[in-house]
């Protein structure tokens, strides 16, 4: 069993009070941490708005080529059950283009990933589906 050495206290002498200036020590410290913890949160909630908008345009692309592969007069459709099938604030930052070949379909979906921290920089995501025609 360990003992714990206690200080002892002269008589006659009182402890030194704690001064102001380690007081102002541990709030700047805790000031800093918290900024810390909060430059975290906030990069890793950018990081899940990048998965978000890179999810949607990949759904988005699906149910476009879905709709365009379907028949005659449908490829003009596609880009815009893209659009539909997003979420709103994600969609109004995309671009949508159908293109064709011979016996396929392709929807391209481009997000703009939106910023939170200014230091985290995404280039565009771009998601393609390609579906073959009926």
Do not use: C
Not at 107 to 114: A, G, L, S
């Amino acid at each position: 069993m360990t003992h714990l050495r206690r200080r002892r206290l002269v008589p006659g002498r009182t402890p030194a009070p704690r001064t102001t200036r380690q007081r102002g020590q541990a709030a700047l410290e805790y000031v800093g941490v918290v900024t810390l913890l909060l430059v975290v949160a906030l990069a890793a909630a950018q990081l899940g708005f990048a998965v978000y908008a890179a999810q949607q345009a990949g759904t988005a692309a699906r149910a476009g080529a879905r709709v365009a592969s379907d028949g005659v007069g449908q490829r003009q459709r596609g880009s815009s059950v893209a659009r539909e099938s997003m979420s709103e604030w994600v969609a109004k930052k995309a671009s949508f283009r159908t293109s064709g070949g011979a016996g396929s379909v392709t929807v391209t979906v481009r997000v703009k990933v939106p910023k939170l921290l200014p230091l985290f920089n995404f280039r565009p995501i771009e998601k393609s589906a390609t579906m073959p025609t009926d």
